[in-house]
């Protein structure tokens, strides 16, 4: 690619996440500097952008976001460090058509990761809202994968990427959070929001049931 190409690409991979997590940043889902975003430039060889680590989501700065390469190494000399959870990104970029990641937490998938983990994976059915996600069938159902939290995060990474699902586009963090996916930014924020609408009615179905058997 020529360098002024490859220079706008880059230019336009900056501001998708900077817009990207202003408008998730304002919902309330990157509390304390946490959660990250990346959107895929190219495939091969792959090459990201990805949030920088400890930034509030708040603010836009020139040090907000870097590129990396497959195995999470910057490609470009610099002093900023990439998320921590940078290879968790590179796996599904691997495994999947996605071309935006988002990375939240929230009361609501911790929540629900919680509650399901010891299944392993959380069934949603039944909610309108898995239209969303671009599953069309009548009565579908679909299983969201949820991983142990693990402290070694090169584990983490490997163990996420062993469950990643290309037809559903999320995992679940126990009590961490979703990691979340779209072919370009505009999915990726569609199905996300959808996952968080589904995750609170879900939560608030459960703790309505507990209010019916104690009253």
């Known amino acids: 690619m020529p ?16 817009d990207l997590k202003i408008k998730l940043y304002n919902k309330g889902w990157f509390p304390a500097t946490s959660g990250n975003l990346s959107y895929k ?9 990805v949030t920088t680590s400890g930034k509030d989501k708040g603010t836009v700065s020139h040090e ?18 990439p998320s921590a959870e940078t290879m968790i990104h590179s796996y599904i970029y691997k495994k999947t058509d ?10 609501n ?16 059915k039944d909610l309108e809202m898995i239209k969303a996600l671009d599953i069309w069938e009548e009565n579908s159902e ?4 949820i991983v142990e939290n693990y402290f070694d995060l090169n584990k983490l990474a490997q163990e996420t990427g062993k469950v990643i699902n ?3 586009p999320a995992v679940l963090i126990k009590t961490h959070g979703i990691y979340c996916w779209g072919r370009n930014e505009f999915e990726a924020k569609r199905h996300v929001e959808a ?13 309505f049931k507990s209010t019916k058997d104690i009253w």
């Open 166 to 168: 290309p037809k559903v």
């Open 109 to 124: 998938n911790n929540f629900i990761s919680y509650v399901y983990a010891q299944d392993s994976k959380v069934k949603i």
């Open 195 to 207: 996952f968080e609408f589904m995750f609170e009615l879900m939560k608030n179905l459960i703790l």
């Open 98 to 107: 996605a071309g935006c990641i988002i990375h939240i937490h929230t009361p």
């Open 142 to 145: 679909i299983e969201v994968p």
């Open 64 to 81: 907000d976001v870097m590129f990396v390469d497959k195995d999470g190494k910057p490609i470009e000399k610099t002093r900023m460090k």
């Open 41 to 49: 430039l190219h495939d091969d060889p792959l090459i990201f952008a």
């Open 3 to 18: 360098e002024r190409l490859y220079q706008e690409e880059k230019q336009r991979a900056v501001n998708v996440l900077n």
